[in-house]
């Protein structure tokens, strides 16, 4: 292949080696971000926790909802009964992801209570999601059952929803009595 | 065939073809959590491909060639091998998440695994673009796709009080506890549904296999102007349906069965029958444009011959990027990852690869070496720089907003 | 498909056209109406005393790798040789000929058919150097030791029955982006903005006539001219 183009500058005898400068830069950078450990043990400021509970309790309640609607829907006959089944397990899929996301963090320290009382909720809703699949499932539902399914449901919603307000408050006082 | 059903059937394959797995599952998720606040979002949106496919459209009817050709000719082979990357692979994470979207519909109402239907699926489609004729794929899918006009009768059905809608709509008004910050993430994650990239290509491409001329122009303007604002249409509806049933339960979309749920709820199994179907060929014919569209930005850029209106043996390298990319798709998607995800990662970066396209057939739009005398005008021109402004304004916004929003979960 | 509706003019029958904006990374397409290739480069045959013309067309990766290096110091270029060092004539490109270059417009149209058409550059006849239009871009333009611009692109006088297209001038400027849309070469009408944008950008770019070149080095990328360009020639 022909000779480079390396242009006036060159010729005359300077030359910039961008590459390494880049490099250089790239590795100043990058180097502190991941020597800083943002390690699994580390444990997470209150409002990264307030964040992070109060998006894994809406997870929870909005697969409860789901889970309320395939249970109605499905009692009411107007749903083929294999959409339902999917319905309720993909609310099990997706709120169990978010749970496994929130339980590998470490809360703050001065949480530990209140992190146990949101975990011990979102197991109550995690429990209730696969009682309600396998209601669904076989051998089916009835109107009765259909019923105390959704009133279960409503109950557990309303108290995650006062456990969300709750953390987003006063966390502090979560878990405490 | 007269020319009035040509007219009205490509009108309808363009209403039936406008949704993606894309559009299905950002509209529900902004239905569901924004109710119609985001609604104009949409619709300028819609307003955006329009004006783009009405040009790439314009570009291929005239000067034969579609839009990635003229791409690398434009901005010079390094841009555009740059340009080639960014597009094709948003485009082969947009086939990835199309294919998975077809399967994902069928296991609602199947109950065989993953793990057979997407291999089967991914062999469909490659047969699909290997041996169907390219109208022939366009029309049937198209006017399958029409079933999706099921929620806007579900929207009907469901009676929500429509002066609501419009002040949500028109007040930007967003509920309390969602932040401004997620509110732009799903703007950015609308605009990029509706103005994917893969779109332009594709229509232009498809323009020069069905061999337009300037003589066509009417009906292309037809198709577009008035098919594509009434799929639009079937997106507000989609999150119109989302914001009845699922925002008052405070239900956050993140599976395709939930999209559907509102159906059930207004129509019963009737309508859930005609949703599925729609689900199907939405994303089936998402999943053949999307194949074809990195299929030609390939070809287009090495100046290999494309299309399927030559022989497969005349388009050999054309072909063999096909295979290629439905065994890359079929691969991906058998370690299990979830297509939602997929999805809602692709539309991201559609969002963000919207300049390196859109720049491109404004550029080329106004050429009078090959438009003659369809370059563009000043109306054009105007809707055009607008709209270059607004993408460039979300390509620069939607990896931060991702990445600070946790992908929409909240700040 | 019959692309005789859309020829347009033929700007092998034009007083000049301009390599990189005219020519270059432009779809061939065979007298078929079948694709063939890219142009992804320029042969140039350099008969010394300042004749250069160009006598063919260039594909293949060995013509289109070396365009993408740019200022990574062609390390693309010798990532490509390092992959293929068993394969002779792995530097050299594809090429077609000027002969059967039928008509240039909005592609490149050939006079025959594509089967087997490409064919491996042959080497130069004695006295004659073969270069790439692609080292002449972007080259510095000197004068008295002050630099000033690149070579933006390279206007070509065709010579259709000597098969080849005689280099006539050198348009040079500041090379920021936006020449090859052609905005600074009066042809695009445009998006009023771009081409305002375009047009200030380029408001320095000038045209040097091959005779005002004292010398060119390829091997450094200079050219050295004996005046300042003139204004661009921006007649049809």
């Known amino acids: 292949m022909n000779a480079s183009r390396k242009g006036y500058r060159a010729a005359m005898g300077g030359r910039t080696r961008w590459s390494t400068c880049a490099g250089a830069a790239l590795a100043l950078v990058a180097g502190p971000a991941l020597l800083s450990g943002c390690g699994i043990g580390h444990p997470s400021s209150v409002s990264s926790w307030q964040s992070a509970s109060d998006r894994v309790l809406g997870s929870a309640i909005s697969g409860l909802g789901t889970a309320r609607l395939a249970v109605q829907q499905e009692a009411d006959n107007r749903m083929p009964h294999s959409y339902a089944v999917v319905t309720a397990t993909d609310a099990i899929d997706t709120t169990g992801k978010e ?56 109950a557990l919603r309303d108290k995650l929803d006062k456990l969300d307000k709750a953390v987003e408050k006063s966390p502090a006082t979560v878990g405490a009595s | 065939m007269s020319k009035f059903f040509a007219v009205a059937l490509g009108i309808l394959t363009a209403i039936g073809g406008f949704v993606d797995i894309g559009d299905l599952v950002f509209n529900a998720q902004t239905g569901a959590r924004f109710g119609m606040s985001l609604a104009v979002i949409t619709m300028v949106g819609v307003v955006g491909i329009c004006v783009f496919a009405e040009m790439s459209g314009r570009v291929a009817a005239c000067s034969g060639r579609a839009t990635f050709d003229l791409v690398r000719e434009r901005l010079g082979p390094r841009m555009g091998v740059l ?36 291999p089967f699926i991914g062999i469909l489609v490659w047969a699909v673009l290997w041996r169907a004729k390219f109208s022939v794929m366009e029309n049937v899918l198209g006017l399958l796709g029409l079933c999706l006009v099921v929620y806007l009768v579900a929207l009907w059905q469901l009676g929500p009080s429509w002066g609501d809608f419009a002040s949500q709509a028109v007040t930007f008004d967003k509920p309390g506890k969602e932040d401004w910050l997620t509110y732009s993430y799903f703007a950015v994650g609308l605009f990029g549904a509706a103005m994917t990239p893969y779109e332009v290509f594709f229509f232009s491409s498809g323009g020069v296999e069905e061999k337009w001329t300037a003589k066509d122009l009417g009906v292309m303007r037809a198709n577009v102007l008035i098919g594509f604002p009434l799929g639009g249409l079937l997106s507000l509806g989609i999150a119109g349906c989302a914001a009845v049933v699922l925002q008052p339960l405070s239900v956050d979309v993140a599976a395709l069965s939930q999209v559907g749920l509102p159906i059930a709820v207004a129509l ?88 390196l396209t859109y720049f491109p057939i404004l550029v080329v739009a106004n050429d009078r070496d090959y438009m003659g005398e369809h370059a563009n005008g000043v109306v054009a021109n105007t809707l055009g720089s607008f709209f270059l402004v607004l993408v460039v304004v979300a390509a620069v916004a939607a990896i931060p907003l991702m990445v600070i929003t946790h992908m929409g979960a909240g700040v | 498909m019959t692309t005789t509706e859309r020829a347009g003019r033929n700007r092998l029958e034009h007083a000049w056209l301009d390599a990189a904006l005219h020519l270059l990374d432009r779809q061939v397409v065979d007298s078929e109406g079948m694709m063939v290739c890219n142009v992804d480069d320029l042969e140039v045959t350099d008969r010394g005393s300042r004749e250069l013309s160009v006598t063919g067309l260039l594909v293949g990766p060995a013509a289109l790798v070396p365009r993408l290096s740019g200022r990574l110091g062609g390390w693309l270029g010798r990532m490509w040789l390092a992959l293929g060092v068993q394969y002779a004539g792995r530097e050299l490109p594809l090429r077609l000929g000027l002969d059967v270059v039928e008509h240039v417009g909005s592609e490149v149209r050939l006079r025959v058919p594509r089967d087997g058409l490409l064919d491996q550059q042959s080497p130069a006849a004695p006295g004659v150097v073969l270069r790439r239009m692609d080292d002449l871009l972007g080259m510095d333009v000197v004068l008295d030791g ?41 042809d695009v009408n445009g998006p009023w903005m771009v081409a305002a944008a375009v047009k200030q950008l380029h408001r320095h770019t000038g045209e040097l006539g091959i005779d005002d070149v004292r010398t060119i080095d390829w091997e450094h990328g200079l050219v050295d001219a004996t005046r300042p360009p003139g204004p661009l020639d921006r007649r049809r």
């Open chain 1, 99 to 154: 749970i496994s996301g929130y339980q590998v963090a470490q809360p703050p320290d001065s949480l530990h209570a209140a992190n146990a009382a949101v975990g011990d909720a979102l197991d109550q809703a995690s429990s209730l999601l696969v009682d309600v699949r396998i209601a669904l499932a076989s051998p089916g539902l009835t109107a009765d059952s259909a019923h105390r399914l959704v009133q279960r449901i409503d």
């Open chain 2, 83 to 118: 340009n080639l990357f960014a597009s094709v692979a948003v485009t082969l994470m947009t086939f990835i998440a199309e294919i998975g979207g077809v399967a994902l519909a069928i296991m609602l109402v199947t109950s065989i695994s993953e793990v057979l239907i997407v």
């Open chain 3, 146 to 186: 002050k630099v000033l611009g690149h070579v933006l692109d390279v206007r070509l006088e065709p010579r259709r029955r000597e098969s080849r297209m005689v280099v006539r001038s050198l348009i040079v400027g500041r090379g920021r982006p936006g020449s090859l849309l052609g905005y600074d070469r009066g």
């Open chain 2, 268 to 355: 019963g199994k009737v309508g859930v029958a005609f949703v599925i179907v729609g689900f199907v060929a939405a994303t089936f014919g998402a999943a053949c444009e999307t194949g074809l569209s990195a299929g030609y930005s390939i070809a287009q850029f090495f100046g290999w011959q494309w299309g399927k209106f030559v022989k497969p043996t005349q388009a050999a390298r054309f072909h063999l990027v096909l295979i290629l990319a439905t065994i890359l798709a079929i691969g991906v998607l058998m370690t299990g990852v979830d297509p939602i995800l997929v999805t809602e990662i692709s539309v991201v970066f559609s969002a963000v690869a919207l300049p």
